[in-house]
């Protein structure tokens, strides 16, 4: 079996490109961290807008890079494939952000540091797995990074129980739940954005290993 490496070298757009997306995505994670960790809380989501903006005109280039490019190292269906998963990270960051400022004044007391934490544990692991797409003979490399972001979608999916279980415990105003039930739950699909990106990664170092 020909080296793939050989046709889809280091110095490859598409690996620039990807790269970039998944930094960017990350870039979005931290700035939502920053935003529930700040007092007080800034009064503009522009950091948010760009963020999802670059990375969508990140998205877009990919999507030219492979119609002008004849030959390509990965299938075409995995890089366009990638490519929209990580796009997806930063939107629904976004989409948390709007939420977020909108219901400031009722969940300005809501502690989302747990949640913070695994989300940024996802991204972060994302981020690596995209770049061991340069050495796809890694594959014991990619399983163990693609095994640690499940723990932490795992992870997610038990702490998402027990935030529910004292939301739903009667103490909190009806209105309040159903906010913060809403902002839990996006929050659970960034992360899960997350695993499907890195699955994405895993299935393409599994086929071309």
């Known amino acids: 079996m020909f080296s ?11 690996f ?18 920053r935003l529930l960790n700040t007092t007080p809380k800034p009064t503009t989501l522009d950091d948010f807008v760009f963020s999802r903006r670059k990375d969508k005109r990140l998205t877009e280039q990919i999507s030219e890079e492979l119609v ?3 030959v390509t190292g990965l299938e075409r269906e995995d890089i366009e494939t990638l490519s929209n998963a990580l796009y997806k990270i930063p939107k629904t960051v976004e989409k948390f952000a709007e939420r977020y400022e909108l219901s400031l004044a009722i969940v300005s007391t809501t502690d989302f540091s747990k949640q913070a934490d695994l989300m940024g544990k996802a991204a972060e692991a994302v981020v690596a797995l995209v770049r ?3 050495d796809l003979q890694q594959l014991e490399r990619t399983k163990e990074l ?3 972001l499940q723990y932490v979608e795992g992870e997610a999916d038990k702490l998402m129980l027990v935030l529910l279980k004292d939301l739903y415990s009667g103490k909190h105003d009806p209105l309040k739940v159903i906010i ?5 739950e996006l929050i659970e699909k960034v992360i899960d954005r997350c695993r499907d990106a890195g699955n994405v990664v895993s299935h393409i170092v599994l086929k071309n290993s």
């Open 180 to 184: 913060v039930r809403d902002l839990y």
């Open 146 to 148: 693609n095994d640690r």
């Open 16 to 33: 620039e490109l990807l790269e970039a997306s998944a930094e960017e995505a990350l870039t979005s994670v931290q700035l939502l961290i």
């Open 68 to 70: 002008k490019t004849f």
């Open 132 to 134: 061991q797409l340069r």
């Open 4 to 14: 793939l490496q050989q046709l889809f070298g280091k110095g490859d757009r598409f």
